[in-house]
T-cell receptor
């Protein structure tokens, strides 16, 4: 299972773009990268998933370079409600069972 | 229905009690998971039931035992717990394999062992 490394915490202000990077040097060919968001005392919530290049949905973008050894979650124009912990997970999805193992995560604090 | 339902939401139990946590999903998912989460820590995977096969985190003590009566239900039986087992217990489900697999989490059971 590929190990992930993220910054422990990040601070931002409302309206700014936030980029959270995750390092996964041992990522395997069949691994996908998935990001989850968690608020206190709630279960994590899926944000976005990708394999390579760029993926965008209504809440975030995910940038994955060609070597796939890292990925960056981009949150455009954050608000106070984006204050949460963000987790990057790596799992083999097409050929293996999803293991859903969480790393330490990044605690994002958005201030007014 | 994209919900994972966990009951109860809160549980207080003594160290000699036996209790069970329940998790239910109706999305046809073939994988279900139990996690333990302490304050300001990431969820720690305890058990995975994937296609009727159980995978165990070797570090989970035997006072926790999962049970999967059918593909929609996953129970966690608790007995002789310790105060350090107090935590938020989260259940999740997913397709388990395949492209674009999103996992859905329940709201958790807040367990206090006294």
């Amino acid at each position: 299972l590929a190990k992930t490394t993220q910054p422990i915490s990040m601070d931002s202000y409302e309206g700014q773009e936030v980029n959270i990077t995750c390092s996964h040097n041992n990522i395997a060919t069949n691994d996908y990268i998935t990001w989850y968001q968690q608020f206190p005392s709630q279960g994590p919530r899926f944000i976005i998933q990708g394999y390579k290049t760029k993926v965008t949905n209504e809440v975030a973008s995910l940038f994955i370079p060609a070597d796939r050894k890292s990925s960056t979650l981009s949150l455009p124009r954050v608000s106070l409600s984006d204050t949460a912990v963000y987790y990057c997970l790596v799992d083999p999805l097409n050929t293996g069972f999803q293991k859903l193992v969480f790393g330490t995560g990044t605690r994002l604090l958005v201030s007014p | 229905d994209t919900e994972v339902t966990q009951t109860p939401k809160h549980l207080v139990m003594g160290m000699t009690n036996k209790k069970s946590l329940k998790c239910e999903q109706h999305m046809g998912h073939r994988a279900m998971y139990w996690y333990k989460q302490k304050a300001k820590k990431p969820p720690e995977l305890m058990f995975v039931y994937s296609y009727e096969k159980l995978s165990i985190n070797e570090s989970v003590p035997s006072r926790f035992s999962p049970e999967c009566p059918n593909s929609s239900l996953l129970n966690l039986h608790l007995h002789a717990l310790q105060p350090e087992d107090s935590a938020l217990y989260l259940c999740a489900s997913s397709q388990g394999t395949g492209k674009n697999t999103e996992a859905f989490f329940g709201q958790g059971t807040r367990l206090t062992v006294v």
